[in-house]
């Protein structure tokens, strides 16, 4: 597979929700020679390429040379984008309109949700042989579904100095008019008469889902010179392709060591989840791998305190509408290459070393690199970086791709630096 930018764009339309993420990254790794593994069933190791997909919505893939003590390298990002998620019980009826009852995913920019056509996609939940064995089933509907209308000015004079949208009121979207005369459906009837038609089971079978609502707008080259990708789910789909991008450079060059991809899940809700990089996942997941090479507790700390892991997630371009909402000596450019992303507080990963280590790496893959640090009076985000260090107590460096519009349903970034992150994460991975 090339991991170019036309690519790119086609993977993030695969990616509609995090379920879908991992379907598509698992997808592309079995096609690429990975062996899927189950977390269910024992482990029996040896050099070769593995996948295994965690709860649906982390993935863990790992190639193992000849040498497994060479060294130990991972790479990390996060498969959840802010969105909108459907509630249980969600159909609501006003003057007959059925609308969607919803929830916000993470800090999304709410008003750029507006007037866009919705699609919906997760995972639908059926009865299976007994309350244990239960079959989830991912559910897609690749056509726009919903739109959440804005408020037309007349009626709201002031609309362009600044509207607060209330998530419970304004935010819920419409999906159909309610037919004259049908009462013979409840609310909750309506709703999973739509799953099942989507799914192609009965209704009376389904038992629970997780579902997001994302835009089905696609991305696209924009630009007089095309040197901007406008898309949905950049953050963090963008880290997630670079980072599968280099274990699969790692299985072509069959390099020695162990080398780590994975995307964790909830990164934008806290990651304090089982899949997520708050958790015990990826502790466990490593100690899993040396104890089936039979190796032990011991070896993997040593390999662990020499190792280096890099985590991907988006950074803060600098606007250019508003060069002052950046730090004064230290702001990324679209097109300029990775930013590297330090930050005192340690919402960022990162020591002197581990700088260190980054640049030497880029400038040995010819890699662009700039620095993101934040404005002292406007704290910027966290990652999950410094969070999965503490976890698994390796040097980690955060880095990522300069965007513009972080967290809106559409973002912008430059359409060299997705390269540059893919050829990083190859020298990183896939190098010796």
């Known amino acids: 597979m090339k991991f170019d930018n036309p690519q790119l764009i086609k993977y993030i339309k695969g990616c509609t929700s995090p379920y879908h993420t991992v379907d598509t990254s698992l997808q592309l790794l079995l096609d690429a020679g990975f062996t899927e593994l189950s977390l269910e069933e024992p482990w029996n190791l040896t050099s070769g390429d593995y996948v295994v997909n965690v709860f649906g919505t982390t993935l863990f893939a790992f190639h193992i040379g000849e040498d497994y003590r060479h060294s130990l390298r991972i790479a990390s990002a996060h498969t959840d984008f802010p969105a909108i998620r459907v509630k249980p019980n969600p159909i609501t009826d006003v003057k007959g309109y059925t609308k969607l009852n919803v929830e916000m995913y993470g800090g999304l920019i709410q008003n750029t949700w507006l007037d866009r056509p919705l699609g ?39 609309v362009n100095d600044g509207v607060a949208l209330n998530r419970q009121k304004e935010m819920l979207p419409i999906i159909m008019m309610k037919p004259d005369g049908d009462t013979t459906k409840s ?13 192609n089971c009965d209704s009376s079978e389904i038992l629970s889902y997780e579902i997001t609502l994302y835009p089905v707008t696609e991305g696209a080259l924009v630009g007089t010179d ?17 980072v599968l991008a280099g274990i699969v450079e ?20 806290g990651s304090r989840t089982k899949q997520g990089g708050a958790g015990m996942l990826l502790p466990n997941l490593l100690e899993r791998v040396y104890r089936s090479l039979g190796l032990s507790r011991d070896d993997m700390d040593l390999d662990v ?15 250019p509408n508003y060069p002052e909402k950046n730090d004064i000596t230290n702001f990324p450019v679209l097109n300029g290459g990775v930013t590297l992303k330090q930050a005192c507080s340690q ?5 002197a070393k581990a700088i260190a280590i980054v ?13 993101y640090v934040n404005r002292s009076d406007i704290p910027g985000g966290s990652t999950v970086g410094s969070i999965s260090s503490a976890m698994l107590p390796m040097r980690t460096m955060d880095i990522g791709l300069p965007l513009l ?14 390269e540059q992150l893919n050829h990083l994460m190859q020298h990183f991975l896939g190098d010796e």
Request: charged fraction near 25%; aromatic fraction near 8%.
């Open 120 to 158: 919906a996609a997760g995972t639908v939940v059926l009865k299976g042989e007994n309350p244990y064995d239960v079959d989830s089933v991912l559910f897609d509907t690749k056509r726009p579904i919903a739109i959440i209308p804005n408020l037309a000015i007349h009626m709201n004079r002031n």
């Open 187 to 199: 609310e909750e009837e309506v709703w999973n008469q739509f799953l099942a038609d989507e799914i």
């Open 359 to 371: 640049k030497g790496l880029c400038e040995e893959a010819n890699v662009a690199y700039q620095i």
């Open 405 to 418: 519009a972080m967290h809106s349903a559409v973002e912008t970034m430059g359409a060299r630096d997705q």
């Open 250 to 269: 790692a299985k072509k060059n069959k390099v020695d060591g162990i080398r780590c991809a994975i995307l964790f899940d909830n990164e934008e809700v």
């Open 305 to 319: 305190a020499r190792g280096f892991m890099i985590s991907s997630d988006v950074a803060h371009g600098l606007h």
């Open 226 to 242: 095309f040197d901007f990708i406008s898309s949905p789910r950049l953050d963090n789909l963008t880290s997630c392709f670079g």
């Open 347 to 351: 919402s960022y990963a990162g020591d």
